[in-house]
């Protein structure tokens, strides 16, 4: 880390250790005393020191170093308090084992993989796993987690604690799975980090209702995964995937108005991440090991396509989603499947994948993609109720007018 | 579980209900929620309300009744609506929450409702 260097101003200096090295000093710390919740507390003890002591004193020259011993020493001073001594005497041994390498050089053992592997741990709430994740990796507060994933700010720090506290009474291990636990635990990892990027992706109308404003967050958590674990071709496909999506966010919304992604102006699409997505997806595909989310990052690689040849290959699209519901038959890919075989094969054959995809109730894609189908087959008066189904059911005022709009031309 | 949906709109959104061009996507948005509403089966029961200006309150103090014209607060926001829904838990309820127009430009406080009172045997 560069952090001394660059910074001038104290409180500058601060965030930008903060910003680049929350989640390595925090995984750091909380493998050392198997605690995350003293290890969050001890650090930000330690940020709020260095806000104090760096604008008289001057920034240190390794910011990092020096935060992590003034959390140290805090986390030394909760432990004498709370007697914990059979807990020190591992954490002591392991003091001993790292503190020489740790130190001297400046540079600070990325343990980030091992705190992911432990935040989507199996014996974890499902709910808590991303939110999790996204407070101890990246340092986002609770409050800012709750509203992204809808949920009150009391009920989502009490999820956080709770799981926070299993890790610790539970004895869950900052270990990378062994090899056999390998691709189950990774999927759960991966599936975090997605989660945070939003899981209403829908290729046909776009609407993703469901988009929980952390995008920038997720992709930053993948790019971590990518570089700690470059040879997983998964973790390669999800970057890819979030990618793609994120090169058309400008081109989702023209003078306020929603564009869904046929009609979205590819000139607008930032081609820069479209290639960075592209470069990822060759990487993975040469282990010659797919997985859902290499076939989901394919998928929007061929809508991409369209920035080049002006169309889209929709029988390719379609049949990239048969693959993707026999390695994960999710509602979701169910409903962009029968999506795709509308636009490959005609409304009538969209119609029937749909209502064989046993979407749940009130699930909003299903409404929107039977909506477009129904207009497309004939049936308007059908369509128009779908479409108004569809616009009850989105928490997003740009798709909701977009879907009125369709329903009062069809 | 049942939770009420309070739906709370500055006056600009009562402006729009009557504005020739803007009552359009008004209401359609609220009927397509309502509808949505329904179809889920979830609904206890619930309401649209006339606007403020229509509201008259009453205060009994000491024996005497005081009735006054307009809602009782200076409030920037006013309720326009309600629903009681019967959902699993709080969760499910912020979630219809959100999917209502008001939380677009307006609030929605979403609150459990206490039991009923026992009955008389």
């Given at each position: 880390?560069?952090?001394?260097s660059?910074?001038?101003?104290?409180?500058?200096?601060?965030e930008?250790?903060?910003?680049?090295?929350?989640?390595?000093?925090l995984?750091?710390?909380?493998r050392?005393?198997?605690d995350?919740a003293?290890?969050?507390?001890?650090?930000?003890?330690?940020?709020?020191?260095?806000l104090?002591a760096?604008?008289?004193?001057g920034v240190?020259?390794?910011?990092?170093?020096?935060?992590?011993?003034?959390?140290r020493?805090?986390l030394?001073?909760?432990?004498?308090?709370?007697r914990?001594?059979e807990?020190l005497?591992?954490v002591a041994?392991?003091?001993?084992e790292?503190r020489g390498?740790?130190?001297?050089?400046?540079?600070?053992?990325?343990?980030?993989l091992r705190?992911?592997?432990?935040c989507?741990?199996?014996?974890?709430?499902?709910?808590?796993?991303t939110?999790?994740?996204?407070?101890?990796?990246?340092?986002?507060d609770?409050?800012?987690?709750a509203s992204?994933?809808l949920?009150?700010?009391t009920?989502?720090?009490?999820?956080?604690?709770?799981a926070?506290?299993?890790i610790?009474?539970?004895?869950i291990?900052?270990?990378?799975?062994?090899?056999?636990?390998?691709?189950?635990?990774?999927?759960?990892?991966?599936?975090?980090?997605?989660?945070?990027?939003?899981?209403?992706?829908?290729?046909i109308t776009g609407?993703?209702?469901?988009?929980?404003?952390?995008?920038?967050?997720?992709?930053?958590?993948?790019?971590?995964?990518?570089?700690?674990m470059?040879d997983?071709?998964?973790?390669?496909?999800?970057l890819?995937?979030?990618?793609?999506a994120?090169?058309?966010?400008e081109?989702?919304?023209?003078?306020g108005?929603f564009?869904?992604?046929?009609?979205?102006?590819?000139?607008?699409w930032?081609?820069?991440?479209?290639?960075?997505?592209?470069?990822?997806l060759r990487r993975?595909a040469?282990?010659a090991?797919?997985?859902?989310?290499?076939?989901?990052?394919?998928?929007?690689?061929?809508?991409a396509?369209?920035?080049?040849?002006?169309r889209?290959?929709?029988?390719a699209?379609a049949?990239?989603?048969?693959?993707?519901?026999?390695?994960?038959?999710?509602?979701?890919?169910?409903?962009?499947?029968?999506?795709?075989?509308?636009?490959?094969?005609g409304?009538?054959?969209?119609?029937?994948a749909l209502?064989?995809?046993?979407?749940?109730?009130?699930?909003?894609?299903?409404w929107?993609v039977?909506a477009?189908?129904?207009?497309?087959?004939?049936?308007?008066?059908a369509?128009?109720?779908?479409?108004?189904?569809?616009?009850?059911?989105?928490?997003?005022?740009?798709?909701?007018?977009f879907l009125?709009?369709?329903?009062?031309?069809? | 579980?049942?939770y009420?949906?309070?739906?709370?709109e500055?006056?600009?959104?009562?402006?729009?209900?009557n504005?020739?061009e803007?009552?359009g996507?008004y209401?359609?948005?609220?009927t397509?929620?309502?509808?949505?509403?329904?179809?889920?089966?979830?609904?206890?029961?619930?309401?649209?309300?006339?606007?403020?200006?229509?509201?008259?309150?009453?205060?009994?103090?000491?024996?005497?009744?005081?009735v006054?014209?307009?809602?009782?607060a200076?409030?920037?926001?006013h309720?326009?609506?309600?629903?009681?829904?019967?959902?699993?838990?709080?969760d499910?309820a912020?979630?219809?929450?959100?999917?209502?127009?008001?939380?677009?430009y307006?609030?929605?406080?979403?609150?459990?409702?206490l039991?009923?009172?026992?009955?008389?045997?």
């Open positions: 880390m560069s952090a001394g660059a910074a001038t101003e104290p409180r500058a200096a601060a930008l250790a903060a910003r680049t090295s929350y989640g390595r000093l995984a750091y710390l909380a050392e005393w198997r995350v003293a290890a969050e507390d001890a650090l930000a003890e330690a940020f709020a020191q260095a104090a760096w604008p008289g004193a240190p020259d390794h910011p990092e170093a020096w935060l992590l011993t003034v959390a020493r805090g030394m001073r909760a432990g004498r308090r709370a914990t001594a807990r005497r591992p041994e392991l003091l001993d790292e390498a740790a130190e001297p050089s400046g540079s600070i053992p990325d343990e980030r705190l992911m592997f432990v989507a741990h199996p014996a974890i709430d499902e709910a808590a796993r939110p999790l994740m996204l407070q101890t990796v990246l340092g986002l609770a409050a800012r987690i992204a994933f949920v009150a700010p009920a989502m720090g009490q999820r956080l604690v709770r926070k506290t299993k610790r009474d539970a004895g291990a900052f270990r990378i799975p062994e090899p056999e636990d390998l691709p189950e635990r990774l999927d759960a990892v991966l599936q975090a980090i997605y989660a945070a990027f939003g899981t209403g992706w829908d290729a609407t993703d209702t469901a988009r929980a404003d952390l995008a920038g967050e997720a992709i930053w958590l993948a790019r971590v995964l990518v570089s700690l470059p997983e071709p998964e973790a390669s496909g999800l890819a995937l979030m990618l793609h994120e090169a058309r966010r081109a989702r919304v023209a003078d108005s564009v869904p992604l046929g009609q979205q102006d590819v000139g607008l930032r081609h820069d991440m479209t290639a960075e997505a592209e470069m990822h993975a040469s282990a090991r797919p997985g859902r989310f290499q076939i989901e990052a394919a998928i929007q690689s061929v809508h396509e369209r920035a080049r040849t002006g889209t290959n929709w029988p699209i049949g990239l989603y048969d693959l993707l519901v026999t390695l994960a038959p999710t509602a979701g890919a169910r409903v962009a499947r029968a999506a795709a075989i509308g636009e490959a094969r409304p009538a054959a969209g119609l029937a209502e064989a995809a046993d979407a749940p109730d009130n699930y909003q894609p299903y929107a039977r477009h189908l129904l207009s497309g087959s004939g049936d308007l008066q369509a128009r109720e779908a479409y108004e189904r569809a616009a009850g059911l989105t928490a997003d005022q740009r798709v909701r007018a009125l709009a369709r329903r009062d031309r069809t | 579980m049942q009420m949906l309070v739906f709370s500055g006056q600009d959104a009562f402006d729009r209900r504005d020739p803007k009552a996507p209401w359609g948005a609220w397509a929620y309502a509808r949505a509403v329904a179809e889920a089966g979830i609904v206890v029961s619930g309401a649209g309300l006339q606007p403020p200006a229509t509201a008259t309150h009453v205060t009994v103090r000491d024996g005497k009744r005081h006054q014209d307009g809602p009782f200076d409030a920037k926001e309720l326009g609506g309600f629903f009681v829904i019967d959902v699993p838990d709080l499910a912020l979630e219809w929450a959100a999917r209502s127009p008001a939380a677009s307006g609030r929605v406080e979403v609150r459990p409702t039991p009923p009172p026992p009955m008389p045997a």
